[in-house]
């Protein structure tokens, strides 16, 4: 079993972080000795199933942090071309690729194993992590995230996915409505169907009816990993965040020299 990765790290520090970490790129801000985005480099290299790394972000990036033997490629003008950028950096002869953000630093190559080991590599398409908010809450007391109620629970997004890039042509077309219409539901109403959103505002619909709508309106076979690995759903996007996750690794982490 073996796949490779894209790391997607070009987002600028112009947000909600700024106030609490300087610095250009939000991949390069240091968290208990070390940028961002190197834990996430550790992790997948540290990997037993990850070869081939590609960094999306800019040049910078590689002066700022130790990326191994990972590609750097400029990012362009958001997150669907950036995964893009990745995939043709990695070549066209499809396999599967683990994408992840560079905000991730709770995650260990053990974490990154794991996750994959629960996608099963079942010749699927798509492959999307959802953390169970009592999970994350336990392992995280204080985090703050969005929760989306299922009738199997609350759960919230993965900050990473495995797909076959070998339908990014496909690929391309869902994330640029997804993205575009997050914010629009009269917009994703007309697509999904006003019943399918009713039935979620209500808490009736269960993950496999959600995979189902999502492969009936895509041609794409994706799946919904409910995974046991909380630190994927742990992003560092504001202040307390960062915070947070300081204190976490602090405990953690062997004290330093």
Request: glycine share 10%; with cysteine; aromatic share 8%.
């Amino acid at each position: 079993m073996s796949v490779d990765a894209v790391i997607l790290a070009g987002r600028a520090n112009d947000g909600k972080l700024r106030e609490a970490a300087p610095g250009e790129w939000e991949a390069l801000i240091e968290i208990s000795g070390k940028p961002m985005i190197q834990y996430v480099v550790d992790a997948l290299s540290g990997s037993r199933f990850v070869e081939r790394i590609v960094v999306v972000g800019p040049a910078e990036l590689g002066r700022g942090a130790d990326l191994g033997e990972a590609e750097v490629v400029p990012p362009g003008g958001g997150m669907v071309d950036n995964v893009m950028r990745g995939f043709e950096a990695l070549g066209d002869e499809g396999g599967e690729t683990l994408v992840v953000t560079s905000d991730i630093p709770l995650i260990t190559p053990q974490v990154v194993d794991g996750f994959i080991r629960e996608c099963g590599l079942l010749d699927l398409d798509f492959y999307y992590p959802v953390v169970r908010r009592d999970l994350m809450e336990a392992r995280y007391p204080g985090v703050h995230r969005t929760y989306a109620g299922m009738r199997e629970g609350q759960f919230t997004g993965g900050n990473m996915f495995l797909v076959n890039r070998g339908i990014a042509d496909d690929l391309r077309k869902t994330l640029d409505f997804l993205v575009m219409n997050r914010k629009k539901p009269l917009k994703m109403a007309s697509v999904l169907g006003v019943p399918f959103l009713f039935k979620m505002m209500l808490k009736r619909l269960t993950i496999l009816e959600a995979e189902r709508k999502a492969g009936s309106l895509y041609g794409l076979k994706a799946k919904a990993v409910i995974t046991t690995f909380p630190e994927i759903g742990f992003d560092v996007d504001k202040p307390s965040d960062l915070s947070l996750c300081k204190e976490i690794l602090s405990e953690i982490l062997p004290p330093r020299e």
